[in-house]
Nanobody, 124 residues
Framework: QVQLVESGGGLVQPGGSLRLSCSASAFMLTYHAMGWWRQAPGKKREGVAL????????YYLPSVKGRFTISKDRNKHMVHLQMASVEPEDAGVYYC?????????????????WGPGTQVTVSS
């Protein structure tokens, strides 16, 4: 099974910005929905931002709507998550799995190819 690789995590101050990246295959970007998920210690994994393969559909977790933006770079085979106005509650390990359904519900069992994740720490 293909494993996606996330990068770009690190330490960010509250109110700051961070851009996460995920290296995916051209096939995945063309035919599969992609998503960014996160998991904080002691908490359930939650879907942060999802994007369909072709029609521009997106989903955002209500708490990040207006602050985070998911995007694709088809030429570089990358998926990005631009994080702005970061809050302490945004801290966690961020993953970018793929889904077989093009408009997947934010249910983790619908996603596959989970990578090792990238850590986001929010602290002043």
């Amino acid at each position: 099974q293909v494993q996606l690789v996330e990068s770009g995590g690190g330490l960010v101050q509250p109110g700051g910005s961070l851009r996460l990246s995920c290296s995916a295959s051209a096939f995945m970007l063309t035919y599969h929905a992609m998503g960014w998920w996160r998991q904080a210690p002691g908490k359930k994994r939650e879907g942060v931002a999802l994007m369909s393969a072709s029609d521009g559909w997106t989903y955002y977790l209500p708490s990040v709507k207006g602050r985070f933006t998911i995007s694709k770079d088809r030429n570089k085979h990358m998926v990005h998550l631009q994080m702005a106005s970061v809050e302490p509650e945004d801290a966690g390990v961020y993953y970018c799995p793929s889904a077989f359904s093009d408009h997947p519900d934010p249910v983790s069992s619908l996603f596959h190819s989970w990578g090792p994740g990238t850590q986001v720490t929010v602290s002043s």
